[in-house]
């Protein structure tokens, strides 16, 4: 596993239970003929996204970004 440092959010922290539930119904919908590979990983994806964006607003209110990048600044 590559210990460098994960890039700039929007995505859940990697030990959400929320990125589980998502990961674990993509694998549930692949599975059961619900969706393809491919909708069960962009279905994932865009959920993934929207989740991390959202834990986002909650750890920086008004923020643009988040996490230690330069660009960190607050909403005009």
Same mark, same amino acid.
């Given at each position: 596993?590559?210990?460098s440092p994960m890039p700039? $959010? $929007?995505f859940p922290s990697p030990d959400s239970t929320v990125l589980r539930v998502i990961v674990g119904?993509?694998?549930a919908s692949v599975e059961? !003929?619900?969706a393809t590979v491919h909708e069960a990983i962009l279905n994932a994806a865009v959920h993934g996204w929207?989740? !991390?964006h959202i834990q986002g607003e909650?750890?920086?209110p008004g923020c643009d970004f988040r996490g230690q990048l330069p660009k960190n600044?607050?909403?005009g």
């Amino acid at each position: 596993m590559n210990d460098s440092p994960m890039p700039s $959010p $929007p995505f859940p922290s990697p030990d959400s239970t929320v990125l589980r539930v998502i990961v674990g119904n993509a694998i549930a919908s692949v599975e059961t !003929g619900e969706a393809t590979v491919h909708e069960a990983i962009l279905n994932a994806a865009v959920h993934g996204w929207y989740e !991390g964006h959202i834990q986002g607003e909650d750890n920086c209110p008004g923020c643009d970004f988040r996490g230690q990048l330069p660009k960190n600044s607050n909403r005009g």
